[in-house]
């Protein structure tokens, strides 16, 4: 995505990166950054949580329209209102898929 970014902003757009790994959109040099420390796939918040949302949204767009550093970062500071360990658990499928289980099975010591 920083890549992505930086090649959007040749074109005279600018970008801001929402993203769970900051550092390392950092690393590619992304020109603004929001890092939240969310799980993968929710980097605005809950589903469903308007309010949550809203608030990682208003500092995007702040940071879009406030920062003329490239490489500038600014971290929500809103904690996930369950345990990250919980939060990964609840959305791992019951069964793993058939790709996920050969590899296991292939990982497995044979006696």
Same mark, same amino acid.
């Given at each position: 995505m920083p890549v992505l970014a930086r090649w959007i902003e040749t074109a005279g757009i600018p970008t801001v990166v929402v993203t769970m790994m900051p550092a390392v959109a950092e690393e590619r040099r992304a020109p603004r950054i929001v890092g939240v420390e969310f799980p993968f796939g929710h980097a605005f918040g809950m589903p469903g949580d308007k309010t949550m949302q809203r608030r990682v949204l208003e500092v995007a767009l702040q940071v879009?329209?406030?920062?003329t550093?490239?490489?500038? &970062?600014?971290?929500?500071?809103?904690?996930? $209102?369950?345990?990250l360990r919980d939060a990964y658990k609840a959305w791992q499928p019951k069964?793993?898929?058939?790709?996920? &289980?050969?590899l296991l099975a292939s990982q497995? $010591?044979?006696s």
């Open positions: 879009l329209a406030g920062s550093a490239f490489g500038t &970062r600014v971290d929500v500071d809103i904690e996930w $209102p369950v345990p069964e793993a898929s058939p790709i996920v &289980r050969k497995r $010591p044979t």
